[in-house]
């Protein structure tokens, strides 16, 4: 398969897939709207949502149904790099390749887009329809799955860590509580729900599960290597903004050989832990070279 094509093919499905279900932007309040998707339609990779899509084709589920959790996942996604980038975070201008919300719309526009975000998140995943008994109760584990995954004992618990051990010397385990916590638990939370939602057994479901915390590890990696060797251009934010605000990343702990070596393993890992699938999991095993080897 072609992971280039592939990808641009899942992209174009989610942004069309967003574009229904976000509010229009002429719809009152118009300017919240304007600054949903302001944020949303500022060309992200959709890596989250696309790890859905993949994950329920692995197990042979019908993707069109997990299109609104694709998106759900997205928006709280995009919810958080908006957060994250206002000035009581880490006061960054740029997101994306343009100004970040808050520059555009003041700060408290884009606090009340990114509750916008993660409420509609949860309209979506209410709202998904099912028709049998089973296909119900895989939807209430999904929509289980995707709010533990984004609270304080997900992604909101790995930011408030991590802004906590901002300027201060922390060891391995903390990061790695960071890095699963604030950027894995999302990437989980894609995979889990794409496989749930594609109905999967127990066996594979543990199996992607491994395959997820492997590469959902590995995508923050290469994000903390990208962040010293990246093209600002390319990546569309600003670059050393980790070392600037003193932040504990891999390659600050372990050397840039180190980080690079600890992202090959795991995706290595991820691999091994798609050994049992066939021909259907391979834009899953495309995706973990493509975490690694990017560089956006
Ligand atoms: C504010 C509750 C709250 C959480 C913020 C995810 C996050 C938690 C902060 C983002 C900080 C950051 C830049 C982390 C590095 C990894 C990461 C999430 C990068 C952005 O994700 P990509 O590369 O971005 O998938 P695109 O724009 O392609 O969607």
Known sequence: MDLNSYLKDRQQRIDAALDRHLPAEDSLPERLHQAVRYSVFAGGKRLRPILMLAACEAVGGDTERVLPAACAIEMIHTYSLIHDDLPAMDDDDFRRGRPTCHKVYGDALAILAGDALLTEAFILLSGMAADTLQAEDACRRAMHIVARC????????????????????????TLEYIHTHKTGALILASVQV?????????????ALTRYAEAAGLAFQVADDILDIVGDQELLGKDVGSDEARGKATYPALLGLTGARQRARDLRDLALESLAEF???????????????????
Request: proline share 4%; aromatic share 6%.
């Open 150 to 173: 984004a609270g304080s004992r997900g992604m909101v618990g790995g930011q408030v860590v991590d802004m906590e051990s901002e300027g201060k010397e922390i060891d391995l385990p």
């Open 194 to 206: 794409g496989a749930l939602l594609g109905g999967v057994d127990e066996a594979a479901y543990d």
């Open 278 to 296: 066939g021909e259907a999991a391979e834009p899953l095993r495309q995706i973990a070279h493509y975490i690694v080897d990017r560089s956006f």
